[in-house]
């Protein structure tokens, strides 16, 4: 007699009853999960048990279970949409859309996209392992064939969106897990609407700050601890969004006197006057100075002195700097590097100040002090050190070659169209951290003016206060 089996991947095969076993459990055990992380599921659950008992006691009827359900489901999705998205509603989106759309097509869509493989023996197609579905993006994992990489998949992103009918698919790798990659597929622009900044802690500074929502709805945080940042964008591309994201974020460790910034902003002040209050030293020039790119230059020269006398501090001891309130993390904020970089017009100066970020952009890091700068052009005559930024950040740019300027060669070609953002989505952009193949395309806090000046407020009455108690 022979044998069901059903094929996993293109090297094993397992028993159909194994497979079908162990697919059962695992739904079982995320529908449960879920349901514990869901209230109203779990209330939805005893409501329907004490019903059931109820019935069985008065006199079961079988008919009256049907109502029963639908009532308490109503009253699920009515009293706590959210929870009954989460835990039905998007498992059912996503068994009608893998089983409608993607599985139905799978085979003939990698076949057109020259992912199959075909030799003597068989025919060897890449395993849809599952689709997970949310309101705009289906999140399509799949397991690779033998040699196969990202980059296959990332060259014919265009054809697979194409054929499953996304505006645009995205590649991403998933961790842990060298031979599978996810494909998202937009189905709708899942970053139109605006994104309120979160509350943050003090906590948040190892862990990454959050800054920017990505494209399966979950925030992306932006480690600062041990990394320069580069924002690029053209005028308009909200750079400042990024900027503010970070510094209102830092707030709470700068309070508590984990972070300090010195602020450098070259357009008078324009940029960054709103957060002072957040700021130890602010650097700005003024229609009254000869030569305000002397002050940036020194304010520069004392983060090099800063950086120096760490390095003889932890020489020996550590090779990462932790922040303490002795040794807090050193954040200089520079509005546009090209105003210190390309457009000084006094060589000494121009040089002096050149000197002084290309150390701290190669020796800062490790001893906690750290270079957020954006600029408008990321070309190498305004930007000569843009390679010495671990975290790139590239908002609406003009051009494609900018691209590859900004988050390195190959960026474009694994999906990073920074070029085609519109301009009706300002703090839209991909963000690429050294270490990490591929790039993510977030949406960036709003922060509006009253919130940074709010924030500059708080810390000004929380510092104010622990003198009081000194
Ligand atoms: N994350 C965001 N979400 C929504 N709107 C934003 C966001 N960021 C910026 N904007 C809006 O876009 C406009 C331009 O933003 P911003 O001034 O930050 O751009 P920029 O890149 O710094 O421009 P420039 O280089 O000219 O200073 C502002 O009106 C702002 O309200």
């Given at each position: 007699?022979?044998?069901?089996?059903?094929r996993?991947?293109?090297?094993?095969?397992?028993?159909?009853?194994?497979?079908?076993t162990?697919?059962?459990?695992?739904?079982?055990?995320?529908?449960?999960?879920?349901l514990?992380?869901?209230?109203?599921?779990?209330?939805?659950?005893?409501?329907?048990?004490?019903?059931?008992?109820?019935?069985?006691?008065?006199?079961?009827?079988?008919?009256?279970?049907?109502?029963?359900?639908?009532?308490?489901?109503?009253?699920?999705?009515?009293?706590?949409?959210?929870?009954?998205?989460?835990?039905?509603?998007?498992?059912?989106?996503?068994?009608?859309?893998?089983?409608?759309?993607?599985?139905?097509?799978?085979?003939?869509?990698?076949?057109?996209?020259?992912?199959?493989?075909?030799?003597?023996?068989?025919?060897?197609?890449?395993?849809?392992?599952?689709?997970?579905?949310?309101?705009?993006?289906?999140?399509?994992?799949?397991?690779?064939?033998?040699?196969?990489?990202?980059?296959?998949?990332?060259?014919?992103?265009?054809?697979?969106?194409?054929?499953?009918?996304?505006?645009?698919?995205?590649?991403?790798?998933?961790?842990?897990?060298?031979?599978?990659?996810?494909?998202w597929?937009?189905?709708?622009?899942?970053l139109?609407?605006?994104?309120?900044?979160?509350?943050?802690?003090?906590?948040?500074?190892?862990?990454?700050?959050?800054?920017?929502?990505?494209?399966?709805?979950?925030?992306?945080?932006?480690?600062?601890?041990?990394?320069?940042?580069?924002?690029?964008?053209?005028?308009?591309?909200?750079?400042?969004?990024?900027?503010?994201?970070l510094?209102?974020?830092?707030?709470?460790?700068?309070?508590?006197?984990?972070?300090?910034v010195?602020?450098?902003?070259?357009?008078?002040?324009?940029?960054?006057?709103?957060?002072?209050?957040?700021?130890?030293?602010?650097?700005?020039?003024?229609?009254?100075?000869?030569?305000?790119?002397?002050?940036?230059?020194?304010?520069?020269?004392d983060?090099?002195?800063?950086m120096?006398?760490?390095?003889?501090?932890?020489?020996?001891?550590?090779?990462?700097?932790?922040?303490?309130?002795?040794?807090?993390?050193?954040?200089?904020?520079?509005?546009?590097?090209?105003?210190?970089?390309?457009?000084?017009?006094?060589?000494?100066?121009?040089?002096?100040?050149?000197?002084?970020?290309?150390?701290?952009?190669?020796?800062?890091?490790?001893?906690?002090?750290?270079?957020?700068?954006?600029?408008?052009?990321?070309?190498?005559?305004?930007?000569?050190?843009?390679?010495?930024?671990?975290?790139?950040?590239?908002?609406?740019?003009?051009?494609?070659?900018?691209v590859?300027?900004?988050?390195?060669?190959?960026?474009r070609?694994?999906?990073?169209?920074?070029?085609?953002?519109?301009?009706?989505?300002p703090?839209?952009?991909?963000?690429?951290?050294?270490g990490?193949?591929?790039?993510?395309?977030?949406?960036?806090?709003?922060?509006?003016?009253?919130?940074?000046?709010?924030a500059?407020?708080?810390?000004?009455?929380?510092?104010?206060?622990?003198?009081?108690?000194?």
């Open positions: 007699m022979r044998r069901l089996v059903v996993i991947g293109p090297i094993r095969r397992e028993p159909a009853w194994l497979v079908v162990l697919a059962v459990c695992r739904v079982v055990s995320r529908g449960a999960r879920r514990a992380r869901a209230p109203f599921g779990v209330l939805a659950v005893v409501a329907l048990a004490g019903w059931a008992v109820l019935l069985t006691v008065y006199g079961w009827r079988w008919w009256q279970l049907g109502p029963t359900v639908v009532v308490v489901l109503l009253g699920w999705r009515w009293l706590w949409p959210s929870g009954f998205g989460r835990v039905l509603g998007l498992p059912l989106r996503s068994v009608r859309r893998g089983g409608r759309i993607y599985r139905r097509q799978w085979s003939s869509a990698m076949d057109a996209s020259g992912l199959v493989r075909v030799t003597e023996q068989a025919r060897q197609v890449p395993r849809l392992v599952r689709v997970r579905s949310s309101r705009s993006v289906d999140r399509v994992t799949v397991e690779m064939l033998p040699g196969q990489v990202l980059d296959d998949f990332a060259g014919v992103a265009d054809r697979l969106a194409q054929t499953f009918g996304a505006l645009d698919c995205r590649v991403h790798s998933v961790p842990r897990r060298p031979h599978r990659l996810e494909l597929m937009l189905i709708k622009e899942p139109e609407q605006i994104v309120e900044p979160f509350p943050t802690t003090v906590d948040d500074l190892t862990r990454g700050i959050p800054v920017a929502r990505s494209e399966d709805g979950q925030v992306h945080r932006l480690v600062i601890v041990g990394s320069h940042v580069l924002v690029v964008g053209a005028t308009g591309s909200g750079k400042g969004s990024v900027v503010w994201s510094l209102v974020g830092l707030r709470p460790a700068i309070t508590a006197g984990l972070v300090r010195w602020a450098i902003d070259p357009k008078g002040g324009m940029e960054l006057s709103l957060g002072v209050g957040l700021f130890d030293r602010f650097c700005h020039g003024d229609a009254t100075s000869a030569s305000y790119e002397e002050a940036f230059a020194v304010l520069l020269d983060a090099v002195t800063v120096r006398q760490r390095q003889d501090l932890l020489r020996g001891v550590t090779r990462l700097h932790e922040p303490s309130v002795d040794e807090p993390l050193l954040i200089i904020v520079i509005d546009e590097l090209a105003a210190l970089s390309g457009w000084v017009a006094d060589r000494t100066l121009k040089k002096r100040i050149e000197t002084a970020l290309g150390l701290l952009l190669s020796q800062g890091r490790a001893v906690g002090v750290v270079v957020l700068g954006a600029v408008q052009d990321p070309r190498k005559e305004v930007l000569p050190m843009r390679d010495l930024f671990p975290t790139r950040i590239a908002l609406r740019v003009s051009e494609a070659e900018q590859g300027l900004v988050l390195g060669q190959g960026a070609a694994r999906g990073a169209f920074a070029d085609r953002i519109p301009e009706r989505l703090g839209v952009g991909y963000v690429v951290v050294d990490i193949a591929e790039p993510r395309r977030v949406r960036f806090f709003y922060v509006t003016d009253d919130r940074i000046v709010e500059g407020r708080q810390h000004a009455a929380s510092v104010d206060a622990s003198e009081v108690a000194a």
